[in-house]
């Protein structure tokens, strides 16, 4: 069971389980927006109802994140369709090869350096650049960071979320 953090600004924070949701409830250091539905916890000192959202008190400040690129990201930021020919890939290539990035000092694993790739075209390229490959990408593909931010992209949020996941107009 997870529990929805808001900063004091109403803007998402982060997701975290009841036990720190409680804790930080505890110490005064948030306060229940909205109540689970769920049973409530109990403890040797009675019961307590189980938060689905919380606010923090404090203001937090919020580094910049810029999500990391997994292959499960990579692959939903390509729609898994093969920056090579379009077809479907559950493969992740890297566009410079990894030998050569480390060679020349370069990370590997960049939002820019890897894409969606069907078995077919990995295969094809292996181990080379694109210009040794004589292969290019899919007209009108270009290797990106995507626009969302890994913290405030959610996986089946419960429904009692909705409203405080809303995109908030620019004032």
Same mark, same amino acid.
């Given at each position: 069971m997870t529990v929805l953090v808001l900063t004091l600004q109403g803007g998402v924070h982060r997701v975290v389980s009841v036990r720190r949701a409680l804790d930080?409830? &505890?110490?005064?250091?948030?306060?229940?927006v909205l109540e689970s539905p769920a049973p409530p916890v109990r403890w040797a000192r009675g019961a307590v109802t189980r938060p689905s959202v919380i606010y923090l008190t404090r203001p937090v400040p919020q580094?910049?994140?810029s999500p990391r690129p997994t292959k499960r990201a990579v692959l939903e930021r390509d729609r898994r369709a093969c920056a090579y020919?379009? &077809?479907p890939g559950a493969t992740v290539d890297h566009v410079h090869p990894r030998h050569l990035c480390r060679a020349e000092g370069r990370?590997?694993?960049t939002w820019e350096n890897l894409v969606c790739a069907c078995?077919?075209?990995q295969r094809r390229k292996g181990g080379q650049t694109l210009r040794e490959s004589g292969m290019t990408f899919r007209p009108g593909f270009t290797p990106h960071m995507p626009r969302h931010t890994g913290h405030t992209r959610l996986h089946n949020p419960p429904p009692e979320w909705a409203e405080f996941l809303k995109p908030t107009a620019p004032a």
């Open positions: 930080l409830m &505890r110490r005064g250091k948030a306060v229940t580094p910049p994140r020919c379009g &077809r990370a590997p694993d078995e077919a075209c």
